[in-house]
């Protein structure tokens, strides 16, 4: 005589939600680890932007600007100060300033 065995299907279901609870979590550590690289990126590349400004009133005026504010006020420079601490230091007029961007956590 044939009869049906009812199979179990618990083992697969538990396999089921195990698996997307995996999925998850590896596309949540996935966005996580982009977004980080994504800042660290800008941040690179407001860097690049502040110093080419720099660069380019040094060449127009003949002088490094003293301030931050100065690019932003004559230069149309756009600073993120939402996501990046920014950091402006001129030694002399003739040298190139030291610009640090760092972004916010």
């Given at each position: 005589?044939?009869?049906?065995?009812?199979?179990?299907?618990?083992?697969?279901?538990?396999?089921?939600?195990?698996?997307?609870?995996?999925?998850?979590?590896?596309?949540?550590?996935?966005?996580?680890?982009?977004?980080?690289?994504?800042?660290?990126?800008?941040?690179?590349?407001?860097?690049?932007v502040?110093?080419?400004?720099?660069?380019?009133?040094?060449?127009?005026?003949?002088?490094?600007?003293?301030?931050?504010?100065?690019?932003?006020?004559?230069?149309?420079?756009?600073?993120?100060?939402?996501?990046?601490?920014?950091?402006?230091?001129?030694f002399?007029?003739?040298?190139?300033?030291?610009?640090?961007?760092?972004?916010?956590?």
């Amino acid at each position: 005589m044939y009869t049906d065995k009812k199979r179990k299907l618990w083992p697969w279901v538990i396999a089921a939600i195990l698996t997307a609870v995996l999925l998850v979590y590896g596309f949540w550590l996935f966005a996580g680890g982009s977004r980080r690289n994504a800042k660290e990126e800008g941040a690179t590349a407001l860097k690049a932007v502040i110093q080419n400004c720099a660069q380019q009133c040094y060449v127009v005026e003949g002088v490094y600007p003293p301030e931050l504010s100065y690019m932003e006020d004559n230069y149309g420079l756009r600073v993120n100060r939402e996501d990046y601490y920014v950091t402006y230091e001129v030694f002399a007029s003739n040298l190139p300033p030291k610009v640090t961007v760092v972004s916010k956590p």
